[in-house]
T-cell receptor, first 112, second 115 residues
Framework: GDSVTQTEGQVALSEEDFLTIHCNYS??????LFWYVQYPGEGPQLLFR?????EKGSSRGFEATYDKGTTSFHLRKASVQESDSAVYYC???????????FGKGTSLTVIP | GPKVLQIPSHQIIDMGQMVTLNCDPV?????FYWYKQILGQQMEFLVN????????KSKLFKDQFSVERPDGSYFTLKIQPTALEDSAVYFC?????????????FGPGTRLTVL
């Protein structure tokens, strides 16, 4: 079945470091891919989505490119800030009336 | 931005009892969703609901689960009877259109503990 695998556990960076959180997916066809961010005490918020091969999603300095060849949608940011500390989820929807799948989440802590 | 509210934030009940989790979705949204997240695991889709009917559900949506939104009020998830494995955080979400076409907005979750 469809699934999402992302960098697990916790990532700790210093401010202005480069961030990469890996996300690989397993799905047939062209699923829609999403990145969500969740701050403490809140529900997940959509960062951005992508639906086609080579499509780039971006928001708030974060970006990811849909790569069907490597079945990946890695999240990157050139220079993280303390305010980026949160849990990040990669997710996919297989399209049509199918389930929505989240990865396990990656907890990012940015140290000032 | 638009807010989804969930009531209560925490609920503790004894196994076998009934529980109702309440969600106040964004006012003009038409699609409603429930997700379950067990501590340390990923959030998993339970069900979505549109036009008064369940549209899609996962294998986690057991027979003991039901959803409704009577007269445009709260969107509710009822579990009757509850089991120990139902302990989790339950997230509600709503969207203007199906998730393939519109953003889902999530509530902060209800932490359910079944003793």
């Amino acid at each position: 079945g469809d699934s999402v695998t992302q960098t697990e556990g916790q990532v700790a960076l210093s401010e202005e470091d480069f961030l990469t959180i890996h996300c690989n997916y397993s799905a047939s066809g062209y699923p829609t891919l999403f990145w969500y961010v969740q701050y403490p005490g809140e529900g997940p918020q959509l960062l951005f989505r992508a639906s086609r091969d080579k499509e780039k999603g971006s928001s708030r300095g974060f970006e990811a490119t849909y790569d069907k060849g490597t079945t990946s949608f890695h999240l990157r940011k050139a220079s993280v800030q303390e305010s980026d500390s949160a849990v990040y989820y990669c997710a996919l929807s297989g399209g049509g009336y199918q389930n929505f799948y989240f990865g396990k989440g990656t907890s990012l802590t940015v140290i000032p | 931005g638009p807010k989804v509210l969930q009531i209560p934030s925490h609920q503790i009940i004894d196994m076998g009892q009934m529980v109702t989790l309440n969600c106040d979705p964004v006012s003009n949204h038409l699609y409603f969703y429930w997700y379950k997240q067990i501590l340390g695991q990923q959030m998993e889709f339970l069900v979505n609901f549109y036009n008064g009917k369940v549209m899609e559900k996962s294998k986690l949506f057991k027979d003991q689960f039901s959803v409704e939104r009577p007269d445009g009020s709260y969107f509710t998830l009822k579990i009757q009877p509850t089991a120990l494995e139902d302990s989790a955080v339950y997230f509600c979400a709503s969207s203007l259109a199906h998730w393939n076409y519109a953003e889902q907005f999530f509530g902060p979750g209800t932490r359910l503990t079944v003793l």
